[in-house]
């Protein structure tokens, strides 16, 4: 179509045909074809301004604010990398606090052994706990370990059955001496006696002690505070998290803010900004698709470099999505709000006027 023929379409568009020919060369980055605004009839001049403020409020002042969004989605997204980072930290640092506990032996001076002798024998424990010394103080049969050398729960279970009744005869038959309501209360110095054995006495953190003599009380002195430096990195440690996790706090100042609940402080975070965030992009959608509805023939008012922003950001929050439903459960995307709606049509009325 020639130009004198487009010079006689021209004044016969609607105002909203204008809008849309304009939005069209800006969706793409095209500057508009002057002739569109100069040769609208008077009559159209005032829908067709209007028009146009909706579209400029949409890429002006809408793209601010959809930019911003992205950028607090970003943050969103760090804060599930810090807590994932942290969730690997925590498995790593209770697999390692588990070998020492559960692996090794504290050392200790044979004087140190024997107050720690003198310190335990009047201790007492509940009956349950004394036949679990018993049951697991035994010699195992190769067939009654698992792969990893542990008991097996069968075997377990089999000697506790055996254990209990024997132990509740001698206390019946006053051999074991036993004290507190229904006698469960057993003392440690007591059931070596009982047992003809050495009374057990074990480290605070670890399986058992390994006795040195007192000459090297020196050496000893400075392991034993090497291994209480390294239990409390464990115990101030974010410590390992059961998954899925139950009773989140609905907000993170709720938690108290220690080191070893940050993992806690965060999920509730990522998954209050989450909720916020995705709301508020949803709000934001609603509002450009019905000015495309109602406005404009179905053609979005946003530009194809605002439509990858938004598209980027809802790709963020998915991924944060992801991740967080490993923590809490899958979670149903958010309605929007309509006090974010109010808020969006709020901001795009008032640069258009």
């Known amino acids: 179509m020639n130009d004198k023929r487009l010079d006689r379409l021209m004044p016969a568009l609607t105002a909203k045909e204008r809008a849309i020919l304009v939005l069209e060369d800006l969706r793409v980055g095209n500057t508009p074809d002057p002739m569109i605004v100069h040769a609208t009839p008077p009559e159209r001049a005032k829908e067709f301004s209007r028009l146009l403020g909706l579209i400029n409020a949409v890429n002006v002042e809408l793209s601010m604010g959809i930019v911003v969004l992205r950028e607090q989605v970003k943050q969103t997204a760090l804060k599930m990398a810090w807590l994932q980072s942290i969730r690997m930290c925590a498995l790593d640092m209770s697999v390692l606090a588990g070998y020492i506990a559960l692996e090794t032996d504290e050392p200790i001076t044979e004087s140190g052994w024997k107050e720690r002798q003198a310190d335990l024998a009047q201790d007492a424990d509940d009956i349950d706990v004394i036949v679990e010394h018993v049951v697991y103080d035994g010699v195992w049969l190769p067939q009654d370990l698992d792969a990893d050398g542990d008991p097996q729960p069968q075997a377990v279970d089999r000697r506790w059955a055996e254990v209990e009744p024997v132990v509740r005869d001698a206390i019946t038959a006053g051999d074991l001496p036993a004290s507190g309501r ?172």
């Open 182 to 353: 229904g006698k469960r209360k057993i003392r440690w110095s007591d059931l070596a006696v009982w047992t003809n054995t050495e009374m057990p006495v074990f480290p605070d953190w670890g399986r058992a002690y390994d006795v040195h003599p007192d000459a090297e009380a020196h050496r000893i002195t400075t392991h034993v505070e090497y291994r209480r430096a390294a239990e409390r990195i464990f115990d101030q440690a974010p410590k390992r998290m059961h998954l899925p996790l139950d009773d989140l706090p609905q907000n993170p100042e709720d938690v108290e803010p220690t080191l070893a609940n940050l993992p806690l402080v965060l999920v509730s975070a990522v998954r209050r900004d989450f909720l916020a965030r995705a709301a508020e992009l949803a709000a934001i959608e609603q509002v450009i698709q019905a000015i495309a509805d109602d406005e404009l023939d179905g053609h979005s008012p946003l530009d194809d470099a605002g439509h990858a922003i938004v598209d980027e950001t809802r790709g963020i929050l998915d991924e944060v999505r992801v991740s967080l439903a490993e923590y809490i459960g899958e979670i149903e995307l958010p309605l929007p709000v309509d006090e974010d709606v109010q808020l969006v049509w709020g901001l795009i009325r008032r640069a258009a006027e």
